[in-house]
């Protein structure tokens, strides 16, 4: 995923996620719409080994189809700005960045006669 999502905001891979996890959760809802239907001289009576696990989990295959409606909500031109902003902001905080507080005493130190 990070691979294909260059210049997707944190938002943006939320969105993905959410969507993924969304279509899961439809299809595992439609399964038992359907399972539900079955008449109940088809339904085992108790879970096999060799029957889908009924919760549902998040595949691959989930992530390709939330990747259809994936966005970017960035520009290429407003992370240059950002960018500048970075520096320039890394910049001013050098001004100062040397400064120190002079050795005082600490209060502690104070009242113990120190």
């Known amino acids: ?6 210049g997707f905001s944190g938002a943006d891979l939320t969105e993905i996620c959410q969507g993924a996890c969304e279509i899961a959760i439809r299809e595992s809802i439609e399964q038992d719409i359907v399972r539900e239907r ?3 001289r088809h339904r085992p009576t108790a ?6 696990d009924p ?10 189809e939330a990747m259809k409606s994936a966005r970017r909500s960035v520009s290429d031109n407003d992370i240059r700005k950002y960018e500048l902003f970075v520096q320039t902001l890394q910049q001013s905080r050098g001004f100062g960045s040397q400064f120190r507080f002079p050795n005082l005493q600490s209060p ?3 009242t ?3």
């Open 55 to 64: 919760v549902p989990e998040i595949r691959r295959d989930h992530f390709e």
């Open 47 to 52: 879970w096999h080994a060799d029957e889908r």
């Open 108 to 110: 502690l130190q104070r």
């Open 38 to 40: 079955e008449p109940q």
């Open 112 to 114: 113990s006669g120190m």
């Open 1 to 6: 995923l990070a691979n294909v999502t260059k």
